[in-house]
């Protein structure tokens, strides 16, 4: 018997445009250049729209009307919503469709995608009860297991979200994770048995999400009955195989033409041509299984590139220092009481800002490059680290001439340090 969990993460960021240092104390619109085809968040949204989430709504819709097994879960950023609400509202009627089937469930995040339980707990919390008012809004449902940004985990976090009365979170099937173990059964978080893990079987959804069109992968090409025989081959293997992947898998990661969304309208009623296999949801899987085991995050583990932990998004001394400067403003903004200089910080805290800041290329090249607006790590820090000392100026006001001075003493003194830092 396999229960086969499918779960895809659908975001979008708002993509910071090319703000030059004299933009500082003039222009106050960070997120959207029209001119510019990169960092123009309306475009990459339509087109996302148009090749991913249109298309592979309607194949999840089709296979929910034809297999009444058939389940599935999403979890939408609240930027990414958003953005569906101001330039594709067709795609929030999609997901709609979906969900009241009964048997899609929308999972709750940070609204932000972003990394604020790093510096400040909570700011994390209020984020994911703005998410969850969202979900609300939009779907008529309340959200019963929490799926953080890039699946990263660690004990605290869990701590955390159990305290915010959540069934159970996702996490990464990771070696260093589990040791001997497997990801096929159900876990809970150290010292609290009620709080329970789904962990992605990474291997079986990373055949679908980045090998599936590798012509040199020794398995392609990936057939629907040939997938389901790898699904067939864990039955008394453990519980369950959970298969978390981008939603962006379909269509544009992996194009149409590589045949990626005829696999997924075969594939559910291959997997159920073993009587003993059926699908569930993230909550019907911790409902219906007990823990086997505690799991022992005392480090942080994520989905993210080879190393599965936070190296993405800070590992060098411009993530770090980018970071830094991010927390630090965040009890000036708060003491504002201004909602669009709040507004605009949180949206400053989306894990994407730092992702295009990584330098870690190798392996990892293609995915850090993928609609990176910047053409180098170095430019994505100048123009965000000008955003934030604009919304600096924004939030402690004076007049023009000595901000102005102000900033330039500070960018110049910390954009020389930080880079000279890097190339040594």
């Known amino acids: 018997m396999s229960a086969v969990c499918f779960y895809f993460q659908v975001h979008q960021p708002r993509r910071i445009k090319r703000y030059r240092f004299f933009d500082i104390g003039n222009d106050h619109e ?17 087109k996302v729209a148009d090749k991913c989430y249109l298309p592979a709504n309607e194949v999840m819709l089709e296979n929910l009307r034809k297999h009444p097994e058939f389940k ?33 469930e929308i999972l709750s995040e940070t ?13 994390f919390k209020r984020q994911v009860q703005l998410h969850a008012d969202k979900v609300r809004e939009l779907f008529g449902v309340r959200p019963y297991v929490f799926r953080n940004t890039e699946l990263i985990y660690r004990n605290d976090i869990a701590e955390l979200v159990a305290d915010m009365g959540y069934l159970g979170m ?24 009620t709080f329970r893990l789904l962990l992605k079987h990474y291997k079986l959804s990373d055949d679908i999400a980045f090998r599936f069109s590798n012509r040199d992968w020794e398995e392609w090409p990936l057939t629907a009955p040939k997938f389901a025989q790898w699904v067939n081959a864990h039955n008394g293997d453990g519980h369950i195989i959970n298969l978390f992947m981008d939603y962006e898998t379909f269509g544009e990661h992996q194009w149409e033409d590589t045949g990626i969304f005829h696999f997924m309208r075969a594939l559910p009623g291959e997997v159920l041509k073993q009587s003993d296999n059926f699908f ?18 005392p480090d942080y583990v994520s989905w993210a590139d080879v190393e599965r932990d936070l190296s993405a998004w800070r590992s060098n001394a411009i993530q770090h220092d980018a970071l830094r400067a991010l927390a630090e403003l965040e009890p000036e903004v708060r003491k504002s009481r201004d909602e669009t200089l709040l507004r605009d ?26 609609f990176n607006p910047y053409e180098s790590p170095y430019e994505a820090y100048i123009a965000y680290m000008n955003v934030l000392n604009d919304l600096r100026l924004r939030v402690r006001g004076g007049t023009k001439a000595t901000r102005k001075r102000g900033v330039w003493e500070s960018i110049t003194h910390k954009t020389k340090g930080v880079l000279q830092a890097i190339n040594s």
């Not at 609204?111 to 700011?123: A, C, K, N, V």
Request: aromatic residues 14%; glycine residues 4%; contains cysteine.
């Open 280 to 297: 569930v949801t993230p909550s019907e899987a911790l409902s219906k299984y007990d823990p086997v085991g505690e799991v022992d995050a």
């Open 72 to 104: 599935v879960a999403y979890s939408i950023s609240g930027i990414a919503l958003e953005q569906f609400e101001e330039y594709t509202p067709e795609v929030i009627e999609s997901f709609k469709r979906l969900v009241d089937t009964g048997r899609v």
């Open 30 to 46: 960070y997120f959207n250049d029209a001119s510019e085809q990169d960092t123009n968040n309306a475009r990459i949204t339509r």
């Open 170 to 193: 996702l996490a990464e099937g990771a070696e260093h994770l589990l040791g001997w173990r497997k990801p096929t059964f159900v876990y809970h978080a150290k010292n609290d048995p």
């Open 345 to 370: 910080w949180r949206r400053l805290s989306t894990s994407d800002h730092f992702y295009y800041m990584c330098t870690k290329w190798f392996q990892d090249g293609d995915v850090h490059a993928y």
């Open 111 to 123: 609204y932000h995608h972003s990394l604020t339980f790093l510096h400040s707990p909570e700011e």
